[in-house]
């Protein structure tokens, strides 16, 4: 079992109200976590025709432009 989390974490802004952005590293998909007080939703980012967005991943574990966020 690979100790490689499956998701990374590739923009954050707000610290008690915020948002996230976390990339799968297996299909590149991009999801926007927003969290605010004890309120949270996780869901796909869309572009513009309602597709979702997808950063180019290599070997599944690695993000091409490689944009980590700490």
Do not use: Q
């Not at 976390?22 to 513009?48: A, K, Q, S």
Request: aromatic content about 12%.
């Amino acid at each position: 079992m690979s100790t490689v989390s499956r998701f990374i974490k590739v923009y954050a802004e707000g610290n008690k109200e915020g948002t996230e952005i976390w990339v799968d590293r297996v299909t590149g998909v991009n999801y926007v976590f927003h969290y605010r007080g004890y309120m949270e939703g996780f869901t796909p980012l869309l572009d513009e025709d309602g597709k979702p967005v997808i950063t180019p991943v290599v070997d599944g574990e690695e993000l091409m432009d490689d944009r980590k966020v700490s």
